[in-house]
């Protein structure tokens, strides 16, 4: 995409990846793609926050020259030294070998380990400013979105917040950058709400005090690194990480995650029995098969909702891996504030429930009941599993 006016003398420039399958090497964006969002600002003189990954960095020169011709690039802010934003940067110093790069006192630490780059390093702190002539650059710190050394740039002249992983989502962009260009919103809240519960649920604290400090702050633009560019309503999405950030201390929507997996379909024939207890109460439940399911997909519902049904065999003592996994997952993004109840049927020992049970305690989520059987289910199992799934949803709802 050519560069794009966000405001006077401030361009987006970046990179729409649609052939990365994985983010971090961990997340599916095969379906979705990811956009890395570059920002050149131009003054007398001239600055670029932000760059794009490796193997990416070809088209931003091409876009950052677009814009500024022959003039020299005077300074790269690195905000945020993870590689998807830092890929570009041994291109911009053969290129550019005067340009400063500029960053917390923990992303000079990183421009040395990552990149061998100890030399035209600016350290910022808090407030600090740096005059670019027509345009001003201002420094707030936000440590731990996502990584230490992470920080928000401001331009005070036009409002614009440059905030890079914050606010931001997967989708690569669809030829528009701006919140108000986009009818169907649906997609981009989604892969939002995605994003946040697979990159950045660990670090909800230190998000609610780079958006309390925001706050402070008059801004009319929320320009981040990945995903659209919030012009016409930029409180929808801050209002949005704020509520996400919250179910890390306080109990999430009013709803049910069932996460299951079946060997012959004993379980299965279960979960649709329960499924119909807890429908009939009208509270909302979304089922998600964990063998066939990437637990990117799985995160932001339990990310935001406060109840768990889990379904799972036991396998080998223990509950169905596929499921167990996804468990392991909750408990790396310190997903908490849950009610949970499990069901799933047994050969001969059990040790689903046991083995569960300790799972649930690591990860303080309150242990409702569980509901296992031996082998197929009857039709008097399948009419107590309905009754189970019912008296769960009634005490999420009564929660
Ligand atoms: Fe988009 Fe934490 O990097």
Not at 31 to 39: C, D, K, T, W
Not at 129 to 141: D, H, N, S, V, Y
Not at 252 to 274: F, K, L
Not at 320 to 334: G, I, Q, S
């Amino acid at each position: 995409m050519p560069a794009i006016q966000v405001r006077p003398g401030i361009h987006w420039i970046g990179v729409n990846d649609r052939t990365t399958d994985l983010f971090e090497g961990l997340w599916p964006i095969t379906q979705e793609g990811v956009s890395y969002n570059s920002y050149l600002v131009v003054g007398d003189k001239t600055a670029l926050v932000d760059l794009t990954k490796i193997g990416k960095e070809g088209a931003l020169l091409e876009q950052i020259q677009d814009v500024i011709g022959d003039r020299p690039l005077d300074y790269v802010v690195v905000n945020h030294m993870e590689p998807d934003h830092t890929g570009a940067i041994a291109l911009l110093r053969r290129v550019f070998p005067d340009v400063v790069f500029v960053g917390s006192a923990k992303t000079r630490t990183l421009l040395e380990s990552f990149y061998a780059l100890t030399e035209n390093v600016q350290v910022v702190g808090e407030g600090d400013e740096i005059a670019l002539g027509g345009k001003t650059l201002r420094f707030l710190m936000a440590p731990f979105v996502h990584w230490p050394e992470t920080m928000v740039t401001y331009e005070p002249t036009e409002k614009v917040a440059f905030t890079c992983d914050a606010f931001g989502g997967f989708g690569a962009l669809r030829g528009a950058i701006f919140d108000d260009e986009y009818a169907d919103m649906g997609f981009y809240l989604r892969e939002a709400q995605r994003y946040f519960a697979n990159i950045l649920p660990s670090f909800s604290g230190p998000v609610l005090r780079a958006i309390n400090k925001l706050d402070e702050v008059d801004v009319s633009v929320i320009a981040p690194s990945h995903g659209l560019v919030w012009r016409h309503d930029p409180s929808r999405i801050v209002n949005l990480y704020r509520t996400w950030s919250e179910y890390a201390t306080r109990p999430a929507e009013y709803g049910i995650t069932m996460v299951w997996g079946s060997m012959y379909g004993n379980t299965e024939a279960m979960m649709n029995a329960v499924a119909e207890g807890i429908s009939r109460t009208g509270i909302p439940l979304t089922i998600f098969d964990a063998a066939r399911t990437h637990v990117s997909y799985i995160l932001p519902s339990l990310w935001s909702q406060r109840g768990v049904m889990i379904g799972a065999p036991t396998y080998e003592a223990s509950p169905f891996p596929p499921v167990a996994t996804v468990l392991e997952m909750a408990e790396h993004k310190r997903v908490r504030n849950k009610q949970v109840a499990m069901f799933g049927s047994y050969g001969w020992s059990g040790g689903a429930r046991r083995s569960l049970e300790q799972k649930v305690e690591q990860l303080k989520w309150q242990w409702f009941d569980a509901f296992e059987f031996n082998g197929g289910p009857s039709h008097e199992d399948l009419r107590q599993g309905e009754a189970f799934g019912e008296r769960f949803a009634r005490a999420i709802l009564d929660s």
